[in-house]
């Protein structure tokens, strides 16, 4: 393992380093072409001439998922395909009608290629990952030597913007990775896009669907269905954004740095080889704090997701009915996708030690069902008008004894929780 001399060697040499991450539109280069050199050290030069605000540079991790998704091919959506989406859309809330008591999220229903969702779902990326990545750009302070800093002076900014470069270009790499794989603006489980915007991936509906064998149409409606889900949901529970959200951060903020994993991390750097920074990783060096605390957050993020995807699922299999051949298979695909995890899911969990998957899925589902057996559409979709009405993980144990317990609950007894939970209250930006 380094020691935090090789560490402090290291950022004194930061004009001259390259970055564990190819620039954007660039390839790694050649220490003997000049050429190569020249070009690789003027973009360096800009990237810190122009850091950005924040513990993270965005406009490098913007840079570098779209670098990376041009290099493994990102076509561009083209007027059928636009026309095909709209179209889904539109028939997917039609379906969704009958069988849910909020009406249609959707103001505006678009096509997205992998880089546009990149683009327009950046701004919640910044909200959920500057936290974590302030904790490690002030780690990697931290390492460098007390007798040091006082030498590096002004350099010692430096550091920071080290951080923020290096980790927005991993970010960036794991946003590109995401970006090939999602089908949808909802399709993580959450609000990601702007607020009453519908909006899928054709390209990654098109390989999604060969992967499972099933007719591309089939599987566009069905993305269709859950993104149109979705967008009720959120539009019309005007707490649950921040509830969900607020869940997140929570549990990233009992997410603590390995400063063993950035020291090894950092210690790996050659100024002398461009190419062993290639090699160089973050994972790792975010863990989870095994604390009751963080086990009652992770509990609390994980049945917040569950309840979200389950009342999906749920509101999507009764839509689609008889009206959808494959039905079965993708409701199957589906929950096993999203308990899973794609590969992108995983390396960005491996980043930033934060995982989006809802493991009680099933429970969800079933607990939904129950609920709306017994009290209804409009009965199973009241739950939504108070955080306190929800289920929580201990319910998901016995659906039928929460879905008859209810029944009894006297809904004017609403007037006393307020009409927000008492953390939920979105921000101002959220309102607005």
């Not at 041009?70 to 539109?90: C, F, I, K, Q, W």
């Not at 005007?238 to 991390?265: D, F, M, S």
């Not at 008889?322 to 992108?344: I, T, Y």
Request: glycine content about 10%; charged content about 20%; overall charge negative.
């Amino acid at each position: 393992m380094g020691t935090k001399a090789d560490f402090a060697r290291t950022v004194g040499d930061v004009p001259d380093i390259p970055f564990g991450f190819s620039l954007p539109g660039a390839q790694p280069p050649d220490p003997s072409d000049p050429q190569q050199m020249q070009q690789f050290m003027n973009q360096l030069q800009q990237m810190f001439a122009a850091p950005g605000s924040g513990p993270v540079n965005w406009d490098l991790a913007r840079q570098v998922a779209a670098s990376q998704l041009s290099a493994t091919g990102d076509p561009a959506v083209n007027m059928y395909e636009h026309n095909a989406v709209s179209e889904a859309l539109r028939l997917a809330d039609l379906w969704l009608d009958p069988v849910t008591a909020m009406p249609s999220g959707i103001r505006d229903a678009t096509a997205w290629n992998r880089n546009e969702w990149v683009y327009n779902t950046l701004d919640v990326w910044k909200k959920l990952c500057d936290p974590i990545a302030g904790r490690m750009v002030g780690a990697m302070g931290d390492l460098v030597p007390e007798e040091a800093r006082a030498q590096l002076g002004p350099m010692q900014s430096m550091v920071a913007t080290l951080g923020g470069a290096l980790f927005g270009g991993q970010l960036g790499q794991a946003l590109g990775q995401l970006a090939a794989e999602v089908l949808s603006a909802g399709d993580i489980g959450l609000p990601l896009g702007p607020a009453g915007t519908a909006a899928l991936v054709p390209a990654n509906i098109k390989a999604y669907g060969d992967g499972l064998e099933l007719p591309e149409d089939q599987v566009r409606l069905y993305v269709a269905l859950r993104e149109a889900a979705h967008q009720r949901l959120f539009q019309h529970v005007p707490w649950l954004r921040a509830h969900v959200l607020n869940a997140v951060e929570t549990y990233a903020n009992g997410i603590t740095v390995n400063r063993e994993a950035i020291e090894e991390a950092m210690s790996r750097v050659d100024p002398q080889d461009p190419e062993s920074m290639q090699a160089m990783a973050l994972e790792g060096i975010f863990t989870p704090e095994d604390t009751p605390q963080q086990k009652a957050s992770l509990a609390r993020l994980e049945t917040a997701l569950a309840l979200v995807e389950g009342w999906v699922g749920h509101v999507v299999d009764s839509a689609a009915g008889d009206r959808l051949p494959s039905v079965g298979a993708l409701g199957e695909a589906f929950r096993r996708r999203r308990a899973a995890g794609g590969p992108a899911e995983q390396t960005f969990a491996a980043l930033v030690g934060l995982e989006l998957r809802p493991r009680r899925l099933r429970e969800a589902g079933a607990l939904w069902t129950a609920v709306t057996d017994a009290r209804g559409v409009q009965g199973r979709d009241a739950l939504w008008d108070h955080p306190d009405l929800l289920p929580t993980d201990d319910d998901f144990a016995d659906p039928q004894k929460f879905a008859q317990a209810k029944l009894d609950w006297d809904i004017s007894e609403l007037d006393n929780l307020g009409d927000a939970g008492p953390s939920e209250e979105p921000d101002k930006k959220d309102k607005e």
